[in-house]
């Protein structure tokens, strides 16, 4: 199955069940300063759960392009070290307002993922939370016995607040949750360590792919809960997971969703990928944060020096940093990538840009200016450094590899390498 039979098969499923099928928001949170981008689904739905304006329709099913690089939900770290973590994803998402609440959703979660998408039962781990005395919150024991009746008892597992209750910021609407994971290892794996040790351990292999979220209260900024006049539904499936265990892939880097990106880099930048570590992840993280930047520029974000424009405008920084220093290009060739990245927006999505620029030209000018800035820190620093080869010093004061980066924009990670190369040492106390 291709990404896009995935995606119909997931709506035309929930159309029968009476949901309304919408098109994704944009990525950027137009209708909530508490949020520069819109980090998932339920995001747009935030007025509906608070009973602040009323939905058209008490049933949805959606997809939802989402960005999580700030705040309470930030995956840019894990980006690239693992073959699973995007900054930019796509949710599938389900929304019940005030209509179906637990039995339905959790039904018709495993209706899909059994019968329709015919997913092997026994990988599957489902999780419940097992209460909070903080926020005096009991197990959740509906979801459990609705699990029960559906997954055999020993796929059941139980963890707390961390993991099974959902929150979008430090205030907000909120619930408990129930999470569906699956196990991809081998048998031979299986048998090794059982799967249900692996859930919510970071594992490449055992990830979650879908939560379902129990909205019944709002998070008040004093850290209290109170609980909202009606129960809400807010599921989220992630779609590059999906297509992974669909196509039977180890990677979401190796479904069609970015092997078409990571070709084209490995192409451009004369790079074999898989088979060396350090050279996937430099092209892991430029797939999956060039994508990020093109869908944030697409629905209207400038790079720039101010708030979410200058988030894009670390985001590019640092894909420039990382295939300049480990994949050693030093021209621009981001810009070639952006073509089909807005091909598949195009094809996905129903938005229309409302942007008049050209998204290669800004990101070229971008890459220009930043790839220029390097050089000359580069060359500061170089020159710095034979004045104290000079004077036979080996050491080199924190406050010049700081003044790089203050006066030059030079990245310190690259001043970093450049004189551990050269064999000195950084004196940082001197900025301390
Ligand atoms: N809001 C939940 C999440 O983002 C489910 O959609 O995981």
Redesign the pocket.
């Known amino acids: 199955m291709n990404h896009k039979q995935i995606r119909k098969i997931f709506l035309s499923f929930f159309k029968r069940k009476q949901h309304k099928i919408l098109t994704s928001a944009s990525i950027v949170a137009k209708q909530d300063s508490s949020l520069m981008f819109t980090n ?3 995001n747009i739905f935030k007025d509906f759960f608070i009973g602040q304006k009323h939905s058209q329709y008490s049933r949805i099913a959606n997809f939802q392009k989402c960005l999580r690089i700030t705040g309470k939900h930030n995956d840019l770290f894990e980006v690239g070290k693992d073959n699973y973590h995007h900054t930019m994803f796509e ?1 599938l ?1 389900t929304w019940s307002f005030g209509d179906y609440f637990k039995k339905e959703s959790i039904i018709w979660a495993w209706e899909l993922l059994t019968e329709v998408y015919k997913l092997d039962k026994s990988n599957i781990y489902v999780t419940i939370f097992k209460g909070n005395k903080e926020d005096q919150l009991s197990f959740d024991r509906e979801s459990f016995q609705y699990w029960k009746n559906q997954i055999d008892d020993r796929n059941i597992l139980f963890f707390d607040k961390k993991h099974n209750f ?1 929150e ?1 910021g430090t205030t907000g609407p909120c619930g408990t ?1 129930t999470e569906i994971h699956i196990d991809l290892r081998n048998e031979k794996e299986k048998l090794k360590i059982p799967g249900k040790n692996l859930v919510n351990k970071k594992h490449s292999l055992v990830v979650e792919l879908w ?1 379902i ?1 129990f909205i019944q209260f709002f998070r008040k900024a004093d850290g209290t809960l109170v609980k909202l006049p009606n129960c809400h539904v ?3 499936m992630g779609f590059e997971r999906l297509c992974m265990i669909l196509q039977n892939k180890k990677s979401t880097y190796d479904t069609d969703l970015f092997t078409y990106l990571i070709k084209s880099i490995a192409h451009k930048t004369k790079q074999i990928y898989g088979v060396k570590d350090k050279i996937d992840i430099a092209i892991r993280i430029i797939a999956d944060h060039i994508r990020a930047v093109v869908f944030a520029i697409y629905d209207g974000i400038i790079p720039s020096n101010k708030k979410s424009g200058y988030v894009i405008r670390k985001i590019l920084r640092r894909i420039i940093v990382n295939y300049y220093l480990t994949l050693k290009i030093k021209k621009p060739f981001l810009f070639k990538l952006v073509k089909p990245i807005i091909c598949y927006i195009k094809n996905s999505y129903l938005n229309k840009s409302h942007l008049k620029h050209d998204i290669s030209s800004i990101i070229l000018s971008e890459e220009k200016f930043f790839l220029k800035t390097i050089k000359l820190g580069i060359y500061k620093l170089e020159k710095i450094i034979e004045q104290l080869r000079d004077k036979q010093c080996h050491i080199i004061a924190g406050k010049i590899i700081y003044w790089l980066y203050d006066t030059y924009g030079l990245p310190i990670e690259i001043s970093k390498i450049i004189t551990t190369k050269n064999h000195l040492k950084v004196f940082y106390s001197d900025i301390l």
């Open positions: 998932a689904g339920m949710m998402g959902w979008m949750c939560n979220v807010d599921t989220g």
